[in-house]
T-cell receptor, first 113, second 113 residues
Framework: NAGVMQNPRHLVRRRGQEARLRCSPMKGHSHVYWYRQLPEEGLKFMVYLQKENIIDESGMPKERFSAEFPKEGPSILRIQQVVRGDSAAYFC???????????FGPGTRLLVL | SQQGEEDPQALSIQEGENATMNCSYKTSINNLQWYRQNSGRGLVHLILIRSNEREKHSGRLRVTLDTSKKSSSLLITASRAADTASYFCATTDSVYNFNKFYFGSGTKLNVKP
């Protein structure tokens, strides 16, 4: 019974490139959250999705960032034209519709050179 | 902002001692949860306390909730070196969006052997 999976675990990009982060929810989980964590800081909410729908993207920067959760396949967090300030750990968490608790993936550590 | 705040920011104790961490939040909540994060890893759910509960136990963990003071505490008894981690509280809105989670900035606990 696999937990939440994220890949890649580490990603290095040069300024201006695109970063694609993937999150595969636990079986049966249809709700996905993305968070960003800077070193020595807490988690900042970015976006909340259900299958094929963005429910709340109030934490997403207005430009360069997008997220999707298609009917089939993992949820994708996409960062276009990365800048050094995008360097952080990105975590996804998933849950079922009625659940009060999220389950976190191991995170993707993005380093922008 | 609903974001919770933990204190202290950092705590260092000897193995066998008790560790107490506090969390304060700003508006009404549906529930409050505590998570642990080991260095470089994702968050692991520890315990959930609902807004109508005052105290909850799970193994060596004891959580209290005071909704009049908008605060919660997490007590780890008889600490072990393996308890070394960052601890975060998370709340959900009771009114507007119980599917949205707000995380504090965390308490970094170091348990010395």
């Amino acid at each position: 019974n696999a937990g939440v999976m994220q890949n890649p675990r580490h990603l290095v990009r040069r300024r201006g490139q695109e970063a694609r982060l993937r999150c595969s929810p636990m079986k049966g989980h249809s709700h996905v959250y993305w968070y960003r964590q800077l070193p020595e800081e807490g988690l900042k909410f970015m976006v909340y999705l259900q299958k094929e729908n963005i429910i709340d993207e109030s934490g997403m920067p207005k430009e360069r960032f997008s997220a999707e959760f298609p009917k089939e396949g993992p949820s994708i967090l996409r960062i276009q034209q990365v800048v050094r300030g995008d360097s952080a750990a990105y975590f996804c968490a998933t849950k079922t519709g009625g659940a009060e608790t999220q389950y976190f993936g191991p995170g993707t550590r993005l380093l922008v050179l | 902002s609903q974001q919770g705040e933990e204190d202290p920011q950092a705590l260092s104790i000897q193995e066998g001692e008790n560790a107490t961490m506090n969390c304060s939040y700003k508006t009404s909540i549906n529930n409050l949860q505590w998570y642990r994060q080991n260095s470089g890893r994702g968050l692991v759910h520890l315990i959930l306390i609902r807004s109508n509960e005052r105290e909850k136990h799970s193994g060596r963990l004891r959580v209290t909730l005071d909704t009049s003071k908008k605060s919660s505490s997490l007590l780890i008894t008889a600490s072990r070196a393996a308890d070394t981690a960052s601890y975060f509280c998370a709340t959900t809105d009771s009114v507007y969006n119980f599917n949205k989670f707000y995380f504090g900035s965390g308490t970094k606990l170091n348990v010395k052997p």
